[in-house]
């Protein structure tokens, strides 16, 4: 994906677009053209699919914002059960025969698992994992709620092949209160240079250190390692 060229015309377009974006209203704004560029690199199946997984967090989170005392906290582990399950039912797909084989084992009969498994690895599931648990963490702790649209920014942002940036929900949530800036070539260039940055750190340096993990030849993850 960050070799296809519609990649960069997607951030590209994002980055003007946002620079229309209504003040008080950008987490919407980036949602709306965050969705447009989901349905541009991705099929259709997927994009529907990952939408309702977002509207599945969202109202966890309503019903958590709305719940009370033990009936809250219990609910709360519930949320993070659940999310913490779908991120082993990943890894035990990517490295069947590490510390998961025995879920794997259960798991890889069952009707659809296979096909749910791809789906998570064309997402980088690892990565929208890192982002629900940070978001749970934030409303659970008095966090605003997005709504589901804008919220889509936040957990299934288009870059996710990409994995990167890694930033928190408070920041995401930050910008309806940012000042609208009139574009700036500079602004444009540090873009570029992260962008650049990122790919160098995805591509060469985490390349590197696979390599020097488990060597050439040896399958990824590494469940093998000792």
Not at 106 to 122: E, I, M, R, Y
Not at 136 to 158: C, H, K, N, Q, W
């Amino acid at each position: 994906m960050v070799l296809d060229p519609r990649f960069y015309l997607c951030i590209a377009g994002a980055y003007v677009l946002m620079q229309l974006a209504p003040n008080h209203r950008r987490c919407l704004w980036f949602g709306l053209l965050n969705l447009v560029a989901l349905f541009t690199l991705f099929q259709e199946k997927l994009c529907y699919a990952l939408i309702l997984g977002t509207i599945g967090l969202w109202v966890g989170l309503r019903v958590l914002q709305a719940l009370k005392g033990t009936t809250a906290k219990v609910w709360l582990g519930l949320v993070y059960a659940g999310t913490v399950g779908a991120f082993l039912f990943h890894k035990s797909f990517l490295d069947p025969s590490g510390l998961l084989k025995p879920l794997h084992t259960v798991l890889v009969g069952v009707p659809g698992a296979a096909h749910l498994s791809n789906l998570l690895v064309t997402v980088a599931f690892s990565y929208i994992f890192i982002r629900v648990l940070d978001i749970i963490r934030s409303v659970s702790e008095g966090a605003r709620l997005l709504d589901p649209l804008s919220m889509t920014g936040y957990v299934i942002p288009f870059f996710i092949t990409a994995a990167g940036p890694i930033n928190v929900y408070a920041d995401h949530v930050g910008m309806d209160k940012q000042v609208q800036e009139k574009p700036r070539f500079e602004a444009f260039l540090s873009g570029v240079e992260t962008i650049v940055a990122g790919l160098f750190l995805k591509i060469v340096i985490a390349e590197l250190y696979r390599y020097f993990c488990i060597g050439v030849n040896q399958p990824w993850p590494l469940g093998s390692v000792k």
